[in-house]
């Protein structure tokens, strides 16, 4: 069976792509493992499928590395957006993407003729420990300590459509992720895993984060990690609600705002080429 696809990144995050609206896939999972292998595959942080939709413009499904399925991607959504233009499948300045933590809404921004970059409403960012979800006696993880293998961390829980770990380092380019980051997602207080993010204070406006993500390990970048970053930030004192906070990972920077009703975050979607895989 001959599959078509599309090879995009969002600040390295990058993910094969599929159209399902003229191809089927069956077992998407398997699929990712296989297809996801950056040496005997095509290489990516996993699979999207971009799917039809009975409530909005397209579908988007999500599996990671070892196949699992993922709720939201943020880097993934903005690509979905951007296949949506580029095929010509939308012709208008918004673009909904129905996912399983909910419809968000894109709006596109061109160089000429060409989407660049997209601005996704993540909606609101979910703060309680119990809906995030996070096994804690209080009903707000802010800077609360965390034991993992023998070492306490303040960490501060967020959800945006996929749970996240934050917690503020002095140092972030020296931390053996392939080490902790296994502790923190398999961690017993996180029921449903975690991705867990290392953050780096700039200025108020400026954060640097590394991030590993549940299912994947470390990627480039994570968009939901991005705004979770951005939402502990504000909730621990360091940035102010209402203004851009730029937040530079490993491939891009994404500017996240975090207001009283969502979160927007905005950032680039690249093509990087399209073909045809033999399966």
């Not at 090879?7 to 990058?14: I, L, Q, S, Y």
């Not at 699992?68 to 233009?85: A, T």
């Not at 994570?222 to 490993?250: R, W």
């Amino acid at each position: 069976m001959k599959l078509r696809f599309t090879k995009m990144h969002g600040c390295g995050n990058d993910y094969i792509y599929i159209n399902c609206f003229d191809q089927k896939v069956d077992n998407p999972g398997a699929l990712s493992i296989k297809l996801s292998d950056r040496r005997f595959g095509i290489g990516g942080d996993g699979v999207i499928l971009i799917c039809p939709s009975d409530v909005a413009d397209a579908k988007m499904r999500m599996f990671n590395l070892d196949g699992s399925e993922g709720k939201m991607c943020g880097n993934g959504v903005r690509c979905v957006g951007k296949f949506l233009y580029d095929h010509d499948m939308v012709h208008k300045d918004t673009v909904t993407i129905e996912t399983l933590s909910g419809i968000k809404i894109l709006k596109a921004y061109k160089d000429g003729d060409e989407v660049t970059m997209l601005r996704v409403d993540m909606q609101q960012a979910e703060l309680k420990a119990d809906k995030i979800p996070v096994v804690w006696d209080k009903d707000r993880v802010i800077n609360e300590p965390l034991n993992v293998d023998g070492n306490v961390y303040n960490v501060t829980c967020v959800s945006m459509g996929n749970p996240h770990c934050v917690l503020f380092c002095d140092n972030i380019d020296n931390l053996n992720l392939a080490d902790i980051g296994p502790k923190f997602e398999f961690h017993e207080r996180f029921p449903e895993r975690i991705n867990t993010e290392f953050v780096r204070i700039i200025d108020a406006n400026t954060l640097q984060m590394r991030v590993w993500e549940r299912g994947s390990g470390e990627t480039w970048a994570c968009g939901t990690g991005a705004c979770a970053v951005a939402v502990a930030a504000v909730e621990n004192g360091y940035c102010k609600k209402g203004e851009d906070i730029t937040v530079k990972l490993k491939g891009g920077d994404l500017i996240i705002n975090y207001t009283d009703e969502t979160v927007f975050m905005t950032g680039p979607a690249v093509r990087v080429f399209e073909g045809v895989v033999e399966i």
